[in-house]
């Protein structure tokens, strides 16, 4: 049964959280401060976080980036009553999987954390990863060992942001649908925002920046960009195209 961990302040929210999670089968355990959220982490391994952004402790923030220490690999979804789309885009940021704006309903909660367990547990669209490690300028992709090379120095990518980029690189100069990039890398029923998709994008494209531009032009002049086809999706050209 997958642990969902609850970082919510509100006792009627996380209270109906907790029971539509119960009722779908996940055990839970829900905590109404960051600090007692956080001491909860080693004992209990949650896989999903649901986590408010505002807490009476501490900035909602400062959590979700302890969490992404905490739990590398598990799924944190922010739970927000602020819509602009700082706060949204700095969440994600801060290691944040997805998010979800409040009002929201238990309809549309059970089915993005259903979406995220499926991803998280293996059960996905995506194609085997090759063997053989995939060259594209100053790119080096390994899927088997997860290594992602620029210029020869390994890049530390978030699980979302390497299989974004795992798809990317399977087909090069090819032009993928927003939709497609969503369903392949987060879930083929996802229900939701595609905002998420666009600050993975804007993550990737700096990381792989940062690391080309600190060894030196030339491993920044051969590296692949991933280019936005405004109203259809994204495409990885070749250095130079």
Request: hydrophobic share 45%.
């Amino acid at each position: 049964m997958p642990n969902v961990l609850i970082i919510e302040d509100d006792e009627v929210i996380g209270a109906t959280l907790e029971a539509a999670l119960r009722a779908g089968g996940y055990g839970v355990e829900r905590y109404q401060s960051g600090l007692a959220g956080l001491a909860a982490v080693a004992a209990f391994e949650p896989e999903l976080v649901l986590l408010d952004l505002g807490l009476p402790d501490l900035d909602g923030l400062t959590v979700c980036r302890e969490l992404r220490v905490l739990l590398p690999s598990a799924v944190i979804v922010l739970v927000t009553a602020r819509r602009e789309q700082l706060d949204i885009v700095s969440g994600l940021e801060s290691g944040a999987d997805d998010y979800l704006t409040k009002p929201f309903s238990t309809v549309e909660l059970l089915a993005r954390v259903r979406a995220h367990m499926r991803r998280s547990t293996g059960d996905t669209r995506m194609e085997a990863p090759v063997d053989t490690p995939l060259v594209i300028g100053s790119l080096s992709f390994d899927a088997a060992a997860r290594r992602v090379l620029v210029g020869g120095r390994e890049v530390t990518l978030r699980a979302k942001e390497f299989d974004l980029l795992a798809r990317f690189v399977r087909e090069p100069g090819i032009a993928i649908r927003r939709e497609d990039l969503m369903s392949d890398v987060w879930d083929a029923n996802w229900f939701g925002s595609t905002k998420t998709l666009d600050v993975h994008v804007a993550s990737l494209r700096r990381q792989l920046k940062e690391i080309a531009d600190a060894a030196g032009p030339a491993v920044t002049g051969a590296l692949p960009e991933i280019v936005t086809l405004r109203g259809f999706g994204y495409r990885m050209d070749a250095a130079g195209r």
